[in-house]
């Protein structure tokens, strides 16, 4: 345990928050479906907010049927704000070596347990935005910070008083983590105040988590801030494009790809396309491989950052489930080490698919995870399906060279 004493003189007893080696994996509530009392925030306030890529999270929910986002009327994604710390907490684990299945898997196990100021705090210690825990209800001061607050040269301290040293915290703000504190109402809730580390009065909101006092030393609110004007994710070179601009980037890429196709022959062709998708999509590199008796053997990159290798993927790995399935899709953690890419580097798959067989992929690497849209997935598995024509004549040249040898030898 430790103690900080505030500005009012007062001691707080503050649990020790960062003391286990990875950070505890908590509860995630029941699958909200309509409920109209379950606070949400927007899938690019979920990515913001937690480090997390959209595409990864769509992953997460497609394999692993998490995080469950609720859906709107039109269809469109959002988040219950109660499972930012649960996202914070399973990437920060898998950063940690914990197979992503299993730190899921234990999140699931325990949706019935209870936050405590301890989980919350070793998953929000690292999260890309501001977050402060706040003890109260009298005095209202700060008792938390996260590295991302602290960071900031005007942030709040601990022991800085809402009501003397804050002026974010309005009165309505104030009053609205009172009732948090004290247990009225719901203990998550979205708050709205200006922006604590940034120009005053810009106003933010935050999602709020009451922590009740069997699970701390005392009731605390826990905030974490939503991003200003959530920004969509886009190719690398073109800023601010729109999905339809988006979808043409990859078309016209996937175009100049099928033109080197047809100029050369051989596995050079399939190089060369790859080496124009890369180009035209502002990618950082692209490799080939193909599946011999459960091994996937890599080409060399096309940009010479990745040399060939023969890996097993007769396991239960994101490379072995995509080719099984079909399916274009970034790969997680695990399957990029066993790739050999470079570190803060994401990577798709697309299977290649020749006869109904899937004879191998191509892997496409980029500095970011961008948005898929399913005409974009759908040009990509064409190409892959002429890059696997081209492949299978190799193939079956090689096998009839070889058929010669032997007769002849």
């Given at each position: 345990?430790?103690?900080?004493?505030?500005?009012?003189?007062?001691?707080?007893?503050?649990?020790?928050?960062?003391?286990?080696?990875?950070?505890?994996?908590?509860?995630?509530?029941?699958?909200?479906?309509?409920?109209?009392?379950?606070?949400?925030?927007?899938?690019?306030?979920?990515?913001?907010?937690?480090?997390?890529?959209?595409?990864?999270?769509?992953?997460?929910?497609?394999?692993?049927?998490?995080?469950?986002?609720?859906?709107?009327?039109?269809?469109?994604?959002?988040?219950?704000?109660?499972?930012?710390?649960?996202?914070?907490?399973?990437?920060?684990?898998?950063?940690?070596?914990?197979?992503?299945?299993?730190?899921?898997?234990?999140?699931?196990?325990?949706?019935?347990?209870?936050?405590?100021?301890?989980?919350?705090?070793?998953?929000?210690?690292?999260?890309?935005?501001?977050?402060?825990?706040?003890?109260?209800?009298?005095?209202?001061?700060?008792?938390?910070?996260?590295?991302?607050?602290?960071?900031?040269?005007?942030?709040?301290?601990?022991?800085?008083?809402?009501?003397?040293e804050l002026p974010a915290f309005g009165p309505s703000a104030r009053a609205t983590i009172q009732r948090?504190?004290?247990?009225?109402?719901?203990?998550?809730?979205?708050?709205?105040?200006?922006?604590?580390?940034?120009?005053?009065?810009?106003?933010?909101?935050?999602?709020?988590?009451?922590?009740?006092?069997?699970?701390?030393?005392?009731?605390?609110?826990?905030?974490?801030?939503?991003?200003?004007?959530?920004?969509?994710?886009?190719?690398?070179?073109?800023?601010?494009?729109?999905?339809?601009?988006?979808?043409?980037?990859?078309?016209?890429?996937?175009?100049?790809?099928?033109?080197?196709?047809?100029?050369?022959?051989?596995?050079?062709?399939?190089?060369?396309?790859?080496?124009?998708?890369?180009?035209?999509?502002?990618?950082?590199?692209?490799?080939?491989?193909?599946?011999?008796?459960?091994?996937?053997?890599?080409?060399?990159?096309?940009?010479?950052?990745?040399?060939?290798?023969?890996?097993?993927?007769?396991?239960?790995?994101?490379?072995?489930?995509?080719?099984?399935?079909?399916?274009?899709?970034?790969?997680?953690?695990?399957?990029?080490?066993?790739?050999?890419?470079?570190?803060?580097?994401?990577?798709?798959?697309?299977?290649?698919?020749?006869?109904?067989?899937?004879?191998?992929?191509?892997?496409?690497?980029?500095?970011?995870?961008?948005?898929?849209?399913?005409?974009?997935?759908?040009?990509?598995?064409?190409?892959?399906?002429?890059?696997?024509?081209?492949?299978?004549?190799?193939?079956?040249?090689?096998?009839?060279?070889?058929?010669?040898?032997?007769?002849?030898?």
């Amino acid at each position: 345990m430790s103690t900080q004493t505030n500005s009012h003189d007062s001691v707080r007893v503050v649990p020790e928050m960062f003391t286990a080696s990875r950070p505890s994996l908590r509860s995630v509530p029941p699958a909200p479906g309509s409920d109209p009392q379950v606070v949400t925030i927007s899938a690019a306030e979920m990515v913001r907010l937690t480090g997390v890529g959209r595409e990864r999270l769509r992953t997460w929910e497609r394999r692993h049927d998490f995080p469950q986002p609720v859906r709107c009327r039109n269809n469109v994604r959002r988040y219950p704000a109660e499972d930012v710390r649960h996202v914070i907490a399973v990437s920060r684990a898998v950063d940690q070596g914990v197979p992503l299945a299993e730190a899921i898997e234990q999140t699931l196990a325990n949706r019935n347990e209870s936050p405590t100021f301890g989980s919350l705090g070793a998953a929000l210690d690292h999260a890309p935005t501001p977050a402060i825990a706040i003890a109260g209800p009298e005095p209202l001061s700060v008792v938390w910070t996260n590295g991302a607050t602290q960071a900031a040269p005007d942030a709040p301290e601990v022991g800085s008083s809402l009501m003397d040293e804050l002026p974010a915290f309005g009165p309505s703000a104030r009053a609205t983590i009172q009732r948090l504190l004290i247990g009225e109402g719901s203990d998550v809730n979205v708050i709205t105040h200006a922006d604590w580390i940034g120009t005053f009065p810009a106003e933010r909101r935050s999602v709020a988590w009451r922590v009740p006092p069997e699970m701390s030393t005392e009731a605390v609110v826990v905030l974490v801030q939503l991003p200003e004007g959530a920004a969509q994710r886009h190719v690398p070179g073109v800023p601010g494009s729109s999905a339809v601009e988006q979808t043409a980037v990859w078309g016209a890429a996937a175009r100049e790809a099928r033109k080197a196709l047809q100029q050369e022959h051989g596995i050079a062709s399939a190089q060369r396309a790859l080496s124009e998708l890369v180009k035209g999509t502002g990618g950082a590199d692209a490799f080939l491989a193909t599946i011999h008796a459960g091994h996937l053997r890599t080409a060399t990159s096309v940009r010479g950052t990745i040399p060939p290798k023969t890996i097993d993927i007769a396991g239960d790995c994101d490379i072995a489930r995509a080719i099984a399935d079909a399916e274009v899709d970034w790969l997680g953690d695990e399957s990029l080490k066993m790739l050999g890419v470079p570190l803060r580097t994401q990577a798709i798959v697309v299977p290649i698919i020749c006869g109904h067989e899937t004879i191998g992929g191509m892997f496409l690497l980029f500095n970011d995870e961008l948005p898929l849209a399913d005409i974009t997935r759908e040009l990509l598995q064409s190409l892959a399906t002429t890059v696997g024509a081209v492949l299978q004549r190799e193939r079956n040249a090689a096998a009839a060279e070889a058929a010669r040898a032997a007769v002849t030898a």
